[in-house]
């Protein structure tokens, strides 16, 4: 008989209340209007404020960061690059173009564009036309797109997004969650560095019309250099941004706010929150021992578990919530175990906030041990089960 269960350690990190030996300069209190918000730090993945983060809206524009997730790796795999030219079909001026009177680069019907001039047309101006010709360029129609689009979300581990067609256009089950959004930009910002640059361009001219980026972020210089705005009218407005100031930099994810500029305002707020209030702490070096684990069947019966990099996160300048860990992994290893094998997961909190996640490897080998070794392991297993 073979149990399985999961073993969780609890620590009580003995680290000091205040996070920092000078007096503390802003509140770590912080609220928004937003009902939707998910703020981390890019460096470290510290959650620093989060509110039903996993609970999906109505995508609308904000769905175009996907949609530059498949063409950035289109070009990264060499499906197509940037002068590779696709046609405008009727389907995308129609539904795109300047007769649907949403956001559009004024692409011309019937003719072709080169992929690097559709990018800025989405990155810049989230422009409808644009979207919809990359989605028949790489797929042959924007429905089999967005199998693709759905495809990468999995794969990405976006759980709670949903995607009918490139644009967000209205669709039903067109839906993000701001969870996913930080995940999806933080993957377009540090996988796709010499594309993601094209968000931050301040203005694209075609067919001789001149546009403006359609993310005010970026022109407000506090270090916004992507990603995109939404709207539906049943999540309001909203937005997925990534911010760089003073060698830090944030992703933010919003959704629900009542107006543009309840949504600039909030961003701008959050995003000065986030750069001010908090400071660094390291917790453990790499290679430090943070737990031990349980093996089965092997020559010890326990491994030291490591964390493989240094493990940082940000806390509340005036911090006095005590930080705690759990080590959660599956009981009990079986033998034999490699070193540097990943096992389990090192879970942070601050008080009730839970801060991030960090993977544990082993830190040494273990055999497998001898016959009456693990007779015994299977005697204690048999009896824990049964208790």
């Given at each position: 008989m073979s149990i399985r269960s999961i073993a969780i350690l609890v620590l009580c990190l003995l680290l000091p209340l205040s996070a920092a030996a000078e007096p503390a300069r802003t509140s770590a209190t912080f609220d928004t209007k937003a009902r939707q918000a998910y703020l981390v730090d890019g460096a470290t993945g510290t959650v620093l404020f989060a509110r039903n983060e996993n609970e999906p809206v109505t995508a609308a524009s904000l769905a175009k960061a996907m949609t530059l997730a498949i063409v950035f790796k289109a070009l990264r795999t060499g499906e197509t690059t940037l002068e590779t030219l696709y046609p405008v079909s009727e389907h995308a001026w129609r539904t795109g173009g300047a007769p649907s009177r949403t956001a559009t680069m004024f692409a011309a019907l019937n003719s072709r564009i080169r992929v690097e001039d559709l990018i800025r047309g989405v990155a810049v101006q989230a422009a409808n036309d644009a979207c919809i010709i990359l989605a028949e360029g790489l797929s042959g129609s924007e429905g089999a797109f967005a199998v693709r689009m759905n495809d990468e979300a999995r794969q990405l581990g976006l759980t709670q997004s949903r995607f009918e067609n490139a644009t967000g256009l209205p669709a039903p089950g067109n839906q993000v969650?701001?969870?996913?959004?930080?995940?999806?930009?933080?993957?377009?910002?540090?996988?796709?560095?010499?594309?993601?640059?094209?968000?931050?361009?301040?203005?694209f001219e075609w067919n001789r019309i001149r546009q403006r980026n359609r993310n005010p972020l970026v022109g407000l210089n506090i270090g916004a250099d992507g990603l995109v705005m939404g709207f539906a009218e049943?999540?309001?407005?909203?937005?997925?941004?990534?911010?760089?100031?003073?060698?830090?930099?944030?992703?933010?994810?919003?959704?629900?706010?009542?107006?543009?500029?309840?949504?600039?305002?909030?961003?701008r707020r959050i995003i000065d929150w986030g750069m001010t209030a908090f400071t660094s702490k390291t917790l453990f070096k790499a290679g430090d021992v943070v737990a031990e684990a349980s093996v089965y069947g092997g020559s010890s019966g326990r491994v030291p578990l490591v964390t493989p990099k240094e493990v940082d996160v940000l806390l509340p300048i005036d911090n006095t919530d005590r930080l705690a860990a759990r080590v959660i992994y599956s009981w009990p290893l079986r033998a034999p175990v490699g070193p540097g094998q990943r096992v389990g997961v090192l879970r942070l909190w601050n008080g009730d906030r839970f801060l991030r996640e960090v993977p544990l490897e082993t830190a040494s080998a273990v055999e497998v041990g001898t016959l009456s070794s693990r007779a015994l392991d299977a005697l204690q297993e048999l009896l824990f089960f049964w208790l």
């Open positions: 969650s701001m969870h996913d959004l930080v995940v999806l930009a933080r993957h377009l910002h540090q996988s796709y560095p010499d594309l993601y640059g094209y968000y931050a361009e301040p203005e049943d999540a309001g407005y909203g937005l997925v941004v990534s911010v760089e100031r003073g060698g830090r930099r944030l992703y933010l994810a919003m959704s629900g706010l009542s107006s543009e500029k309840e949504r600039l305002d909030e961003a």
